[in-house]
């Protein structure tokens, strides 16, 4: 692991990271030398995510949490201080993309939605903000989409969501800025992460194939990588993104411009 060390003595929550983007993101921040906080459901899946970066040179934990709870969101954010001192990056991942028309979709759907796609972020950061406040200042970046400015089919709630995430994006910054907490988004397209292609399995079969198709057809010809978003992440979290705040960072490819 080739440590760049921008991110020395720097603590990174993200959430949803046991698996797919979120572990990427996490690999990457340990590269940049932040001590990483894996969390999520998967108990196991997040450890060895956190034993792979210790065991590559980097430093990381595994909190569990399901931030659909409350109780899970404040106990994420305080047992980080707890254990590290600091907070300086939250990075809000944790997200469910279900595909249901919108005349099936219940209500129970779209609260799971909101409750981990929206609320849980709003709950992290709330934990979040009071200490990076004390420390003057700290990163936010919210994990989007291109859904909500694209009215993709099937995607009501989902795009409703993160719709809501790029608001609530946009009102944190404007109001953090004065504490030197930069909060951002990134708009993410197409993705094949192993829960995509699971995604794509069940509706269409093939899932694999589904996107690479998805792929050949986009603007710049592939889909974004899981290396790519991380990538983003890493800028918005470093030195060189200092004075960036309230910024939609598009890494679809050119699907949505």
Not at 49 to 56: D, H, K, L
Not at 58 to 68: P, T
Not at 168 to 187: F, P
Not at 227 to 250: F, K, P, R
């Amino acid at each position: 692991m080739e440590n760049r060390t921008n991110l020395k003595g720097k603590v990174a929550v993200i959430t949803g990271s046991t698996g797919g983007m979120g572990a990427g993101i996490a690999r990457r921040l340990a590269v940049e030398g932040a001590t990483t906080v894996i969390s999520g459901r998967r108990t196991g899946f997040g450890k060895q995510v956190a034993e792979e970066i210790r065991q590559t040179g980097g430093d990381a934990l595994f909190i569990r949490s399901d931030i659909a709870n409350e109780a899970d969101c404040v106990e994420l954010i305080h047992s980080t201080l707890e254990r590290l001192g600091h907070l300086d990056i939250l990075v809000n991942n944790a997200a469910i993309t279900p595909d249901e028309p919108s005349g099936e979709q219940t209500a129970e759907l779209w609260d799971q939605v909101f409750a981990i796609n929206v609320r849980g972020a709003f709950l992290c950061c709330r934990e979040a903000i009071p200490a990076m406040r004390r420390q003057g200042g700290g990163r936010i970046i919210n994990i989007g989409s291109t859904v909500p400015f694209r009215g993709k089919m099937d995607r009501l709630a989902y795009g409703c969501s993160k719709g809501a995430l790029w608001i609530m994006t946009k009102m944190m910054a404007r109001e953090l800025v004065v504490d030197r907490i930069l909060v951002n988004w990134i708009s993410v397209g197409w993705v094949a992460t192993p829960g995509e292609v699971e995604l794509r399995d069940k509706l269409h079969g093939e899932g694999l194939s589904f996107l690479e198709d998805i792929g050949k057809k986009a603007p710049l010809g592939r889909l974004e990588t899981v290396e790519d978003i991380a990538a983003g992440v890493a800028y918005l979290t470093s030195e060189e993104s200092s004075h960036v705040t309230g910024c939609d960072l598009n890494i679809s490819g050119g699907l949505w411009i």
